[in-house]
């Protein structure tokens, strides 16, 4: 008997345990529920069921906190009361009562007649439901008295012999005072959903920044990659041609116009970027010019009142040594590989080649220079001794043949500083403050072409009829006159200079020739003709520094602004502003690179706009002159430091 | 404060197919829109529980269950709401944890008192129901075992 009481328990208790939840208790309980289940539990046991039964036991394990906010405010069960559709119904009721009992006035077929619809021949649409009680019926006294004496007695107000009653009327206060709070609580509930949506809303809106950035981030890695690609075609055919035998000697592409990834020692990618990690002190005065060979190559400095550019050796941060031959400060410089050219104030272009400065140390020969004094275990410059002035006075180009030491070549033609230059395989162009720009041969030293920039100045080149007249900062009678000065617009820290250099930069590349000077124009010269053939104005004041690639022209001047230029077009890309004179600038196709008169090095990152600045262990005065290649940043500062930056 | 609970009466009056089928609609609606707020879900999950339809009554505890897990602030309404939707299809363990769990939070809770004695009462009930069960079946086995070894006896 036992067992089939135990097995009606158990049959009996299967299909309860199965939905009834977790408790496997057999007891009285369960076993009452039995007959219940089998009889009308004929149902199926959805999954919903399942699902509600199972999620029970792992919400009972959840924390229960202290309600806050608005739901301690207005608890679920107002809100329902509040927001059911039965709680506009007293409002409905009460409108009811004012319901006025009219003859049938045919309103809606007035008013669609009005409108010019055809109205339903149907006049009966149902009068709205409402209890008999609500309906407060006006005596028929108005119908009748109207149809009686219509002229006469006017017609009453729809409201006279109303009545409610004083009992429907507290009900109707009450009832209004009702729906009052719910129309609090309704606001509460939706002030917070509001308040929900908007917070929703600034996440979405930070996201979708967020994503914003990372897709100039892309662009910007996009921008590297063609870089480097170009560097590693040009790689490409330069190892296959030289494995072909061809011509070993004939040089890499400039290093200003080499756009890929440069030889970095593994080391350097450990370096914080933004760091300047080596500093070179030397020199006593403002650094002038500089320039190296490769990242961890070979540095050539030069500084103010100092006419020796020394030389460096990047891995060590040692001097190496020094170009001795100039008699004036140096101005202006460009090393590639091992070979350096500067310009000086002293109006002459010197080739060295750097692999002699090595040798030059321990010479102890003869001086012949009234330059430097025999103190020192360097010297012997390059044998402009007795055969060749310092200056020949006629304005006859010169150049002496090679002598021992570092310097290879002596150019002279100009009169007075040599402010720019740029060289690229055998052609040089240099720019001074006699106002002209030269091209040279550096295998013959001799000067192929002169460029005359005051000629070019009063008689520019012939402007499109309708365009606006080119409205110089001097005109060609001012710019004649005399040397050039213009006052500098202070530094960060407040110290300013004459500034002299009438030509500012140039550039060249096959053909073409940028130019920048100070009368703030940008010129480009066709150097087959030596004639400029387009002048892009825009700058107020001297062009300080400019550069150029397939794309844009990039031009830095004292008027504290860097213009891009349309290469092919002429036109102005972006002005970026700064605070203080620019005097350097180095850009690809990713960002900018700019000395613009304080401490910090000036970056700009073209893809995203930003602008951003290299403090770290850096310049304590302003930065004048900058280099950089790939990762690896130059620059030299009014502090007559120069510093190495990781970028 | 203690929290504003309707009592277990008020389930078991339900709403008519119409205003359930409003609210139900403007579930519907804010569901389209994938913003559903809480008081929406709800209303609907109350008008589904007071329904004597025991279907509905599971959906309308489903719903209150998505609340209590998506809002912690909402959480000790729900507790009393879910032990109410237990206690009317009959899952008298699960109202009986709810319900206690709500208590500890607010012992002078009037309503979850209440709810605590029906749920006992429905408990002690279907005990006397199985007691009574478990009593005729023993009553019926005895008499056939008797009938048996009568027989076997006669035999």
Redesign the interface.
């Known amino acids: 008997m036992t067992p089939r009481i135990i097995n009606a328990a158990t049959v009996s208790g299967k299909p309860r345990a199965s939905v009834g939840g977790s408790s496997r208790r057999m007891d009285f309980a369960t076993l009452g529920r039995a007959p219940m289940q089998l009889t009308l539990g004929r149902r199926r046991i959805t999954s919903r069921d399942l699902q509600v039964v199972e999620a029970a036991e792992e919400l009972l394990s959840e924390e229960v906190p202290e309600p806050d906010g608005v739901a301690q405010n207005v608890s679920l069960l107002r809100g329902f009361n509040a927001t059911i559709p039965s709680a506009d119904k007293s409002r409905a009721r009460r409108r009811q009562t004012r319901n006025v009992d009219t003859p049938r006035l045919g309103l809606k077929r007035l008013g669609m007649g009005a409108r010019g619809m055809l109205g339903d021949e149907e006049d009966h649409e149902g009068e709205s439901v409402a209890s008999e009680e609500d309906m407060v019926m006006i005596g028929n006294t108005v119908g009748r008295g109207r149809k009686s004496k219509a002229k006469r007695r006017g017609r009453e107000s729809l409201s006279a012999g109303k009545t409610f009653g004083k009992e429907e009327l507290v009900r109707q206060t009450q009832e209004i005072e009702r729906d009052k709070e719910n129309i609090h609580v309704r606001r509460a509930l939706m002030n917070n959903e509001i308040a929900e949506i908007t917070h929703k809303i600034e996440t979405l809106d930070a996201m979708r920044a967020k994503l914003e950035q990372d897709l100039l981030k892309l662009q910007e890695d996009e921008l590297e990659l063609d870089d480097e690609l170009e560097g590693v075609r040009e790689r490409l055919e330069l190892e296959t041609s030289r494995t072909r035998g061809a011509h070993a000697d004939h040089a890499i592409q400039s290093s200003r116009r080499r756009k890929g990834p440069t030889f970095l020692p593994s080391e350097h990618d450990e370096l914080p970027p933004g760091v300047a990690f080596m500093t070179l002190e030397s020199h006593t005065t403002p650094i002038t010019a500089l320039d190296f060979s490769e990242p961890y190559g070979t540095l050539v400095t030069a500084s103010q009142e100092d006419s020796q550019p020394r030389v460096w050796d990047l891995l060590t941060g040692e001097e190496i040594g020094r170009l001795r031959g100039h008699q004036g400060t140096v101005k202006c410089m460009q090393v590639e590989e091992q070979v350096c050219v500067t310009g000086s104030e002293d109006g002459t272009v010197r080739l060295w080649d750097l692999r002699r400065v090595d040798e030059d140390e321990d010479w102890e020969g003869e001086t012949f220079s009234l330059s430097d004094v025999a103190e020192e275990d360097e010297s012997h410059d390059g044998g402009e001794s007795h055969t060749n002035g310092i200056r020949s006075a006629s304005s006859q180009p010169s150049s002496v043949a090679e002598r021992e030491g570092p310097c290879v070549r002596l150019l002279e033609g100009h009169t007075k500083t040599v402010s720019a230059l740029y060289f690229e395989d055998e052609c040089l162009v240099t720019g001074a403050s006699d106002k002209t720009m030269r091209q040279w041969d550096l295998n013959t030293g001799q000067c192929v072409m002169t460029m005359d920039i005051l000629w070019a100045i009063s008689h520019p080149p012939a402007s499109a009829p309708g365009s606006a007249l080119p409205n110089h900062l001097f005109t060609g009678a001012a710019a004649a006159a005399g040397s050039f000065a213009v006052p500098m617009p202070p530094y960060a820290d407040g110290s300013w200079d004459m500034y002299q250099d009438f030509v500012g930069a140039v550039q060249f590349w096959g053909y073409a020739l940028v130019s920048g000077s100070g009368d703030g124009a940008v010129r480009m010269w066709d150097m087959r003709t030596g004639q400029p053939h387009r002048t892009l104005l825009g700058h107020t004041a001297p062009v300080s520094c400019l550069q150029f690639d397939e794309l844009h022209v990039v031009s830095g001047s004292l008027d504290k602004s860097i213009r891009i230029w349309d290469l092919r077009t002429g036109g102005i890309f972006e002005t970026l502003k700064y605070d203080h004179a620019v005097t350097a600038l180095q850009f690809d196709t990713r960002k900018i690179v700019a000395a613009t008169g304080e401490n910090g090095v000036k970056i700009y990152n073209r893809t995203s706009m930003q602008h951003s600045s290299l403090l770290t262990n850096g310049h304590t005065k302003p930065v004048e002159r900058l280099r950089y290649m790939d990762r690896y940043l130059v620059s030299g500062a009014r502090d007559s430091t120069v510093k190495v930056w990781a970028l | 404060?203690p929290?504003?609970?309707?009592y277990a009466a008020d389930a078991e009056v339900s709403?008519s197919y119409d205003?359930l089928e409003?609210?139900r609609l403007q579930y519907q609606r804010e569901l389209s829109q994938s913003?559903v707020?809480?008081?929406?879900k709800?209303?609907y999950a109350?008008?589904l529980v007071k329904s004597p339809i025991?279907?509905h009554q599971?959906?309308g505890?489903?719903l209150l269950?998505e609340i209590?897990?998506a809002?912690?602030?909402?959480?000790?309404?729900?507790?009393y709401?879910?032990a109410l939707g237990?206690y009317k299809f009959?899952?008298?363990?699960?109202a009986r944890?709810?319900n206690s769990?709500l208590m500890d939070?607010e012992p002078s809770n009037m309503q979850a008192q209440s709810l605590a004695s029906l749920i006992d009462q429905r408990?002690?009930?279907?005990?006397?129901?199985?007691?009574?069960?478990?009593g005729g079946?023993?009553a019926i086995?005895?008499i056939?075992?008797a009938s048996l070894i009568r027989r076997a006896a006669r035999k």
């Not at chain 2, 707020?37 to 929406?40: A, R």
């Not at chain 2, 009959?90 to 699960?94: K, P, R, V, W």
């Open positions: 404060m929290t504003e609970l309707p709403l205003e409003v609210l913003h707020t809480t008081q929406t709800f209303n109350w008008g025991r279907e599971v959906e505890v489903r269950q209590y897990r809002e912690p602030t909402r959480r000790r309404e729900c507790l709401y879910l237990y009959g899952n008298y363990e699960e944890r709810f769990l939070k408990v002690t009930r279907e005990g006397y129901i199985g007691m009574a069960l478990a079946v023993a086995g005895t056939l075992l």
